[in-house]
């Protein structure tokens, strides 16, 4: 909130412009729409932008909307539950995906239990989801059904693992694992775990439905397969006694390997951002 400038994000929108359309940037933790049009000065590479601009705005409530039809998947595979009502839901973390996580949540019917570093934030998440507050030292030991990380990545350590008292996690943070073998850890002791990129994915639906022109209806409706995806996942690892997150990755394996088969690759064109053939 405080090391940023606009110098500093277009030098960083040079650099994404020199890499020619091989990379395009979007937000992430920290950053906002306002930084993204100070990027755009320097590049067209750039996704997450203003409506006014031709972008999709604030990409949070479509990444919160693809965790909440993640956990979906999660209670149906794991507990045979359709609904949320009655669930404990533990949210660490009420940045924007966080609140409008919760907003979801709360509508369905969980009971939720928030903490953040912003005592502002956490009021509003009281008062707005009659919330009950948790201290950050104590939310992994929280008795809930559902640990939903959205905050900073590597909660889940050697050391934290042993806290865990939920029968699920489901979040929105990247890199929820310190290391990927404690996934193995977490199917010994009966956790499902929603591969954090698989369920997380609707940000990054929401900001590439700008490389086609944005429709908003489109991004959420295709956040909505992330139920899908997860089942698959949680499929594969069962059938295949493997982890969660080991079998997330043969998905992506698989996907990858079959556009390599059709020998194309995603190259956008400056101007229109279309697919070329290789």
Same mark, same amino acid.
């Given at each position: 909130?405080?090391?940023?400038?606009?110098?500093?994000?277009?030098?960083?929108?040079?650099?994404?412009?020199?890499?020619?359309?091989?990379?395009?940037?979007?937000?992430?933790?920290?950053?906002?729409?306002?930084?993204?049009?100070?990027?755009?000065?320097?590049?067209?590479?750039?996704?997450?932008?203003?409506?006014?601009?031709?972008?999709?705005?604030?990409?949070?409530?479509?990444?919160?909307?693809?965790?909440?039809?993640?956990?979906?998947?999660?209670?149906?595979?794991?507990?045979?539950?359709?609904?949320?009502?009655?669930?404990?839901?533990?949210?660490?973390?009420?940045?924007?995906?966080?609140?409008?996580?919760?907003?979801?949540?709360?509508?369905?019917?969980?009971?939720?239990?928030?903490?953040?570093?912003?005592?502002?934030?956490?009021?509003?998440?009281?008062?707005?989801?009659?919330?009950?507050?948790?201290?950050?030292?104590? %939310?992994?030991?929280?008795?809930?059904?559902?640990? *939903?990380?959205?905050? $900073? !990545?590597?909660?889940?350590? =050697? +050391?934290? @693992?042993?806290?865990?008292?939920?029968?699920? %996690?489901?979040?929105?943070?990247?890199?929820?694992? *310190?290391?990927?073998? $404690? !996934?193995?850890?977490?199917? =010994? +002791?009966? @956790?499902?775990?929603?591969?954090?990129?698989? %369920?997380?994915?609707?940000?990054?639906?929401?900001?590439?439905?700008?490389?086609? !022109?944005?429709?908003?209806?489109?991004?959420?409706?295709?956040?909505?397969?992330?139920?899908?995806?997860?089942?698959?996942?949680?499929?594969?690892?069962?059938?295949?006694?493997?982890?969660?997150?080991?079998?997330?990755?043969?998905?992506?394996?698989?996907?990858?390997?079959?556009?390599?088969?059709?020998?194309?690759?995603?190259?956008?064109?400056?101007?229109?951002?279309?697919?070329?053939?290789?």
């Amino acid at each position: 909130k405080t090391e940023k400038t606009e110098s500093l994000f277009r030098s960083f929108g040079r650099f994404v412009e020199g890499l020619g359309g091989r990379y395009i940037t979007a937000e992430d933790v920290g950053t906002s729409i306002r930084d993204m049009e100070c990027v755009r000065m320097e590049t067209d590479y750039v996704t997450g932008i203003s409506q006014a601009l031709g972008g999709s705005g604030d990409p949070s409530p479509v990444t919160a909307y693809g965790v909440f039809m993640g956990m979906k998947a999660c209670i149906s595979k794991k507990m045979g539950k359709k609904d949320f009502d009655g669930l404990k839901i533990a949210v660490q973390g009420l940045g924007h995906v966080g609140m409008h996580l919760c907003q979801y949540l709360h509508d369905a019917g969980a009971e939720l239990y928030v903490t953040d570093v912003d005592s502002t934030i956490m009021g509003e998440a009281i008062e707005k989801f009659s919330a009950y507050p948790v201290d950050p030292s104590e %939310i992994l030991n929280m008795d809930v059904d559902i640990y *939903a990380p959205c905050a $900073l !990545g590597a909660t889940i350590d =050697k +050391r934290t @693992i042993d806290q865990l008292k939920c029968k699920i %996690i489901a979040g929105a943070a990247n890199n929820q694992l *310190a290391e990927n073998e $404690l !996934g193995i850890e977490l199917k =010994k +002791r009966d @956790i499902l775990y929603a591969p954090d990129y698989a %369920i997380n994915a609707g940000g990054l639906i929401n900001v590439s439905n700008e490389l086609e !022109g944005y429709n908003r209806e489109r991004a959420f409706s295709q956040a909505e397969g992330i139920y899908d995806t997860l089942m698959e996942i949680f499929h594969r690892s069962e059938n295949e006694d493997i982890s969660t997150n080991k079998a997330s990755d043969l998905q992506a394996e698989d996907r990858l390997k079959k556009i390599g088969e059709l020998k194309s690759f995603y190259l956008p064109d400056k101007k229109t951002f279309k697919i070329r053939n290789a």
